[in-house]
Antibody, heavy 116, light 111 residues
Framework: QVQLQQSGPRLVKPSQTLSLTCAIAGDSVSSNSAAWNWIRQSPSRGLEWLGRTYYRSKWYNDYAISVRGRITINPDTSKNQFSLHLNSVTPEDTAVYYC??????WGQGTLVTVSS | QSVLTQPPSVSAAPGQKVTVSCSGSSSNIENNYISWYQQLPGTAPKLLIYDNNKRPSGIPDRFSGSKSGTSATLGITGLQTGDEADYYCGTWDRSLTGGYVFGGGTKVSVL
């Protein structure tokens, strides 16, 4: 059974960087059959896929065009986790953020509010 | 405006059947596998259907999925009060914007 545990600040100031971590139990971030995603949900934007990282002999990343240039998703093999960094945030980035493996397993969600 | 189009709501009486539609295009639904997710209030989405019509372990066969061309359908038979939730379709998109896309969600209500 795969379990994903999210952690990170729930309040971020405008123009700063939003950072979240997703710790993995029951699978490996280096798995050759998994992709590790970040997805967010807000009333105005619905469910929005942000990007993913995955390992297929080497590491790959894909990012949504809506956040490209502001987003980085990094694997951490030593801690079996992966992280989301979204910089230059605005109030429009306020949302519930989820990590997910292949969209079959999801973290518990973290409401992140962007406000001064 | 979501890339995939779903009706905002559907409803039926307990024991009846409901269907939820998901409309897309040749850049997403027609040429990719579709998944369906159930989201109960205050919880994360849960995978119900993957690869158009497959159910993960533990998902009852009351839930079914189908796809034809640029549209997909989720069916729920023997509707129960516990099925009241938001349902989302999702798939990969091969257009210039690309990425994984979701529908806007459909609220299923049990009358």
């Amino acid at each position: 059974q795969v379990q994903l545990q999210q952690s990170g600040p729930r309040l971020v100031k405008p123009s700063q960087t939003l950072s979240l971590t997703c710790a993995i139990a029951g699978d490996s971030v280096s798995s050759n059959s998994a992709a590790w995603n970040w997805i967010r949900q807000s009333p105005s934007r619905g469910l929005e896929w942000l990007g993913r990282t995955y390992y297929r002999s080497k590491w790959y990343n894909d990012y949504a065009i809506s956040v490209r240039g502001r987003i980085t998703i990094n694997p951490d093999t030593s801690k079996n986790q992966f992280s989301l960094h979204l910089n230059s945030v605005t109030p429009e980035d306020t949302a519930v953020y989820y990590c997910s493996r292949n969209t079959d397993y999801w973290g518990q969600g973290t409401l992140v509010t962007v406000s001064s | 405006q979501s890339v995939l189009t779903q009706p905002p709501s559907v409803s039926a009486a307990p024991g009846q059947k409901v269907t939820v539609s998901c409309s897309g295009s040749s850049s997403n639904i027609e040429n990719n596998y579709i998944s369906w997710y159930q989201q109960l209030p205050g919880t994360a989405p849960k995978l119900l259907i993957y690869d158009n019509n497959k159910r993960p372990s533990g998902i009852p066969d009351r839930f079914s999925g189908s796809k034809s061309g640029t549209s997909a359908t989720l069916g729920i038979t023997g509707l129960q009060t516990g099925d009241e939730a938001d349902y989302y379709c999702g798939t990969w998109d091969r257009s210039l914007t690309g990425g994984y896309v979701f529908g806007g969600g459909t609220k299923v209500s049990v009358l």
